[in-house]
Nanobody, 130 residues
Framework: QVQLVESGGGLVQPGGSLRLSCAAS????????IGWFRQAPGKEREGVSC????????YYAESVMGRFTISTDNVKNTVYLEMNGLKPEDTAVYYC???????????????????????WGQGTQVTVSS
């Protein structure tokens, strides 16, 4: 069974940086997709960024374009979300999610759809505040 463990959240001042990690285990296929989602209180879940296991295809939401970078380390089976230039509106619980099989289509313009992901981590809180 696929398990996901997020880490790296915390409290940071506006303009600061954080790196979230999503350690994955239990994949039965070398092909999979990882997505980062976030949900702020009173708001709908938002697909922030997603990546194929090869790293060849990525997507970023417009709200984080140019500030966040997603990457994958296949040796460690870990996906990272480097977040720079953080804003108060980035405050949310961040979740990583996984799909096993590499069937999710990722393009620069097709958003990360939560319904396409079968496995979810427990979430990590990111708070951007002075």
């Amino acid at each position: 069974q696929v398990q996901l463990v997020e880490s790296g959240g915390g409290l940071v001042q506006p303009g600061g940086s954080l790196r979230l990690s999503c350690a994955a285990s239990g994949f039965t296929s070398d092909l999979y997709t990882i997505g980062w989602f976030r949900q702020a209180p009173g708001k709908e879940r938002e697909g922030v960024s997603c990546i194929t296991s090869t790293g060849a295809n990525t997507y970023y939401a417009e709200s984080v374009m140019g500030r966040f970078t997603i990457s994958t380390d296949n040796v460690k089976n870990t996906v990272y979300l480097e977040m720079n230039g953080l804003k108060p509106e980035d405050t949310a619980v961040y979740y990583c999610a996984a799909e096993s099989g590499g069937l999710v289509v990722i393009t620069p313009t097709r958003g990360c759809e939560g319904w396409e992901y079968d496995y979810w981590g427990q979430g990590t809180q990111v708070t951007v505040s002075s």
